[in-house]
C-alpha cells in the first residue's frame, strides 16, 4: 500500500509503479490532506485542482519547480529501492 496525504491524480499511477517495481494498492486522503497533488504538467494548465482549491484548505504558494521528480525520487528514498 501507498498512503499520500493528498488527493492525488490518478495519473501518479505509473509512475509510481515505476518506482515500486510491484503491484500495489493506492490510497490517497491519508491522515492529514494538504490538497490536489497534480502531476507537473497540469500546473501548466492550471485551473481548481491545481490553485483553485488551496483557500479551502488554507493553504498559500505555489508548486515549486520539478516537485514531480522530488515526489517520486523520495518516495523511491523512503521505500529503500
Known amino acids: 500500500m ?11 499511477y ?9 503491484d500495489f494498492i493506492p ?3 491519508f491522515e492529514e490532506v494538504f490538497g490536489y497533488l497534480p ?11 491545481v490553485d483553485g482549491f488551496m483557500h479551502y484548505f488554507g493553504v498559500k504558494g505555489e ?5 514531480e521528480s522530488n515526489f517520486l525520487s523520495s518516495l523511491n528514498e ?3 529501492f
Open 39 to 49: 502531476r507537473e504538467s497540469h500546473v501548466l494548465e492550471g485551473g481548481y485542482e
Open 14 to 22: 505509473s509512475p509510481i509503479k515505476n518506482v515500486l517495481r510491484q
Open 78 to 80: 523512503i521505500l529503500g
Open 2 to 12: 501507498v498512503l499520500i496525504g493528498a488527493e492525488v491524480s490518478n495519473l501518479y
Open 63 to 67: 508548486f515549486i519547480c520539478d516537485f
Open 27 to 29: 490510497v490517497g486522503y
